[in-house]
Every structure is written in C-alpha cells, then in structure tokens.
C-alpha cells in the first residue's frame, strides 16, 4: 500500500489550493481515507475523511466550512481543496489509510500508511 500527497505551495492568505492524494496497493477493504496535518511545533491533526463504503465524508471541526474532500475513483486519487486559507493553515499536509478493521473514517487511531507529505505554506 502507497500513499502520496502532493499539490502544496506558497499561498497568500485567503487563498485556495487542491491537494491530491494518489494510492496503490488498497484492497477494497481499505474504504478510509483521511487527510491530515501536521504544523511545526504540533501533533498530528485529523482534517477529513472519506469512505468509499457509501461516500460517507466527514470533516473535524478545523477544516469543516472551508476544506472539500472528494474521491476520483477512475484515479485511485482522492482531493483536498483547502479554500480561505489562513496562516495558522501552514503545515504538512498527509493522507493515510485506516486499518480496515474500523467500521467508521473519522479519527486518528488506526491510520497509517503515511506516506510524504506535502508542505502548505500560507503566508503574504
């Protein structure tokens, strides 16, 4: 299994940006895939979540409002549009996958997979 974010770059606040998290090697019982962030100085933060079992999407209250997760299943890729960014958004953005032995997307414990991730930088 493999994870790959990508898409991050410079943004000036109020800005948007798509990020893109391409996979290989999940098994159809894979059906978590979650975004998260990591800013300099901080833990892991769930953003969110989308389950292939029904399309089910979730959102943690720090991307709820402003942060769109959808899936391209021709591309194996699922997206990330981050829109009214602010400069507490600076981070690593990461996708993974959940243990498929969770019924439910939303969390942090059983993600993994990692893979790199891709640096947003807000800033004017």
């Known amino acids: 299994v493999q994870l790959q974010a990508s898409g991050g770059g410079l943004v000036q606040p109020g800005g948007s940006l798509r990020l893109s998290c391409a996979s290989s090697?999940?098994?159809?019982?894979?059906?978590?895939i979650g975004w998260f962030r990591q800013a300099p100085g901080n833990g892991r933060e769930g953003l969110a979540y989308?389950?292939?079992?029904?399309?089910?999407?979730d959102y943690a209250p720090a991307a709820r409002g402003r942060f769109i997760i959808s899936r391209d299943n021709a591309k194996d890729t699922v997206y990330l549009q981050l829109s009214g960014l602010k400069v507490e958004d600076t981070a690593v953005y990461y996708c993974?996958?959940?243990?498929?032995?969770?019924?439910?997307?939303?969390?942090?414990?059983?993600?993994?997979?990692w893979g790199q991730g891709t640096l947003v930088t807000v800033s004017s």
């Open positions: 090697g999940l098994t159809p019982d894979h059906h978590c």
């Open positions: 989308f389950s292939s079992n029904g399309g089910r999407i």
């Open positions: 993974a996958t959940r243990d498929p032995k969770y019924y439910s997307c939303a969390g942090y414990t059983g993600y993994g997979h």
